[in-house]
């Protein structure tokens, strides 16, 4: 079993920056892909970016150029860093992380953005 611990969240005025944590641990065997998704009130869930343990990024067009996704293996941590944030950004935002096949969610934690 992994267990996921997210840190970061909060409230931040339009144009702000956030960076967002998740920690995994648990896990004997090495972490495949791990990624962050968002789900706004009303709306399913997206794929905000992820990454995978080489490094190979994918990101949600509409944060491509303000959000960066990273990760440190020896860690088994992932960030997200969120520059230029804007109202429709606000959302909960969920650590994933991929296992043996298997998908393991954080809590999630809450950015909203407002002025």
């Known amino acids: 079993q992994v267990q996921l611990v997210e840190s970061g969240g909060g409230l931040v005025q339009p144009g702000g920056s956030l960076r967002l944590s998740c920690a995994a641990s648990?896990?004997?065997?090495?972490?495949?892909?791990m990624g962050w998704y968002r789900q706004a009130p009303g709306n399913q869930r997206e794929l905000v970016a992820d990454?995978?343990?080489?490094?190979?990024?994918n990101y949600f067009d509409s944060v491509k150029g303000r959000f960066t996704i990273s990760r440190d293996n020896a860690k088994n941590t992932v960030y997200l860093q969120m520059n230029g944030l804007k109202p429709e950004d606000t959302a909960v935002y969920y650590c994933?992380?991929?296992?043996?096949?298997?998908?393991?969610w954080g809590q999630g934690t809450q950015v909203t953005v407002s002025s």
């Open positions: 994933l992380v991929r296992l043996l096949g298997y998908n393991f």
């Open positions: 990454i995978t343990s080489e490094g190979i990024t």
């Open positions: 648990g896990s004997r065997f090495r972490i495949g892909v």
